[in-house]
């Protein structure tokens, strides 16, 4: 037998877990049912008085299942928690690269009392990715609260002070979410702010961090056609800039944009073609602007704008139904979105119609409408040139790998949508928060499902794996990431664990011979601005966590009995590292090694001060 008591040693078991977990089914023996129990510190209310308490809570994972999650009780349980619960079985499993259909969970709360809210949910998560990626997390000195996000990301929740104290006086190390330090700065009670279930996992286990970088040059090609995309709007810019004589200080608006652009054409092209479409935008703003004031009739005018620019979205249409639907994953990625592009442009010319005919006087939302829209034309036109010319270029999509992340994707963003429903009707309850605002954007996400639903229907995979992603990415930036929680070193800490996380499930699937462009391009984005923008920042960072998202959830596995569920990493905190198999170690070996191919050591410094726009 040897026995490894180093920490760097764990933490390479760890993130060759994280990413490789289904590619080793030797490593690891696994049980019929697998079974760990954790502690979640709760608020209760005897009397007018508040007190905190911690209950414990048995997580159970069976072999074979359905995907069933079973949540129970002493008392009732609201729906917000229920759909908490669901979302924290489903995300660690995508997490630990597993099908969440291939396994039943059940949850059993010790406690005589009726159960609300979301902050049970991140500890759901650890416990379940402790039993689906086989690490012993010595869980019984741990107490966590938090809400889990469909990102893995630990999502702020209320009354921390009053379960942290509750948690300490019972003798268990307390864990809440990273959006909740400035809460836990008023009390006195001492804690660990953890960004993410992987986070978490990494805490307990006696890690403070761990950083991975992905490290991946796309084909040349991918990058030549970014920069034909941000040529081509750049050249639109500067027609309209000179047939209507654009002038002032709007001019030198435009014109810093396409400088700006031409400045990142070889270094970064997709951020080069962003903000030449935001040059472009802020063209079509102008010419619409200039266009009502001077007319007799402002709706009319508007209206008239509205008759132009929808013949061009038809045309579009037509060329993106008629467009073959296999192709390189690359070619996917940007027709797919070119279908969300469209969709957006419907969007805001039939909320610019409805303004005019309710009679607003709104303006600039009418004229923002009317430019987004026409901005988009021209976009749309550029995302199917680029996929025309990568249809060839990298790995193939084959429509079996297509069905499956549609049907998966179906599933994971209609959790999504169902958590997010509860959830703002619990959060509008506890925070200062403009509940009416958040659920507009909800019925907006819904919209997205519901044409995505249609395409799956129709059989278009490509257009419905668009609405998929784009819904799960609206998600993740508005819903569960709500402004209270963003603040310096809070998003900094998001920001920070998102591109873990991504450079993580890049190389997993990197490995399986996917890599997502679209993900990286948002990455880099993210990066240039971060200095500037860290919300927006953070948008762009969670555009890249859908996009990685969306490719993990065509190569997750099935898991079954004898493949899966016994823990062989301990705690360090625990007891030390067994190792008796050495064909293990020389798996480990292999498997660390190929990781380290794929992986860089540190990041990239962040200088860049530019505004953002999304392509």
Known sequence: MHRVYTRRLALIILIVSLALHPLMPSIQAYAETVSVTINVPAVKEDNGKV?????????????????????????????????????????????????????????????????????????????????????????????????????????????????????????????????????????????????????????????????????????????????????????????????????????????????????????????????????????YRVIYGDRLLKSDSMAEEALRIIDEISPLLDDLEGNLTSMTREGSIYYVEFLSTAYTRLAAARSSLEEARGLINAGSTALDVIVGDLAHARARVDSIIAWISTAESLRYVGPRASEALLERIVNRASEYSRTAVSYATSLIEYIGESYPINKDELKAYLNAIKILVEKADKYKAEGNNIAALGFYREALSESLSRIFNFPATRGGTIIEGYINELHRLIATINSYTAMRGIVSGLSLAYMEYSKLIYNVNKIQSLGLMEESMASSMIWLMGLIQPLSSGRGMEAQVSSPRSQPIAIEDPAFTISLAAAAYLLGLLIAARYASLLYRRVYTRL
């Not at 007190?51 to 917000?80: C, F, H, L, M, Y």
């Not at 406690?111 to 902050?119: E, L, N, R």
């Not at 836990?184 to 992987?198: A, K, T, W, Y």
């Open 51 to 283: 007190e905190g308490d911690v209950i414990q809570v048995k997580v159970e994972i069976g072999v074979p299942g359905s995907g069933r999650v079973d949540v129970r009780a002493g008392g009732s349980i609201d729906n917000t928690t229920l759909t908490s619960m669901k979302m924290a079985v489903m995300t660690a499993a995508l997490l630990a690269g597993v099908d969440w259909n291939s396994f039943d969970a059940i949850i059993s709360l010790e406690t005589q009392g009726d159960v609300a809210g979301p902050s049970g949910s991140l500890a759901i998560s650890v416990a379940v990715y402790s039993i689906l990626s086989g690490v012993n997390l010595g869980l019984d000195n741990a107490s966590i609260t938090g809400a889990v996000s469909p990102d893995g990301l630990a999502s702020r929740v209320g009354s921390v002070d009053v379960k942290c104290g509750a948690s300490i006086g019972r003798g268990f190390d307390f864990y809440y979410p990273l959006a909740n330090y400035t809460d836990r700065l008023r009390s006195e009670c001492e804690g660990r702010p953890v960004s993410s279930v992987v986070n978490a996992t990494l805490e307990i286990m006696g890690f403070s961090s761990y950083k991975v970088e992905f490290s991946y040059k796309p084909p040349l090609q991918f990058n030549e056609s970014m920069k034909k995309a941000a040529l081509y709007l750049a050249g639109e810019t500067r027609k309209l800039l000179d047939e209507y004589g654009i002038r002032g200080e709007q001019a030198s608006l435009i014109e810093e944009r396409l400088r700006v652009a031409e400045n990142r054409l070889e270094t970064s092209p997709y951020t080069a073609a962003s903000f030449a479409y935001s040059a472009l935008l802020e063209a």
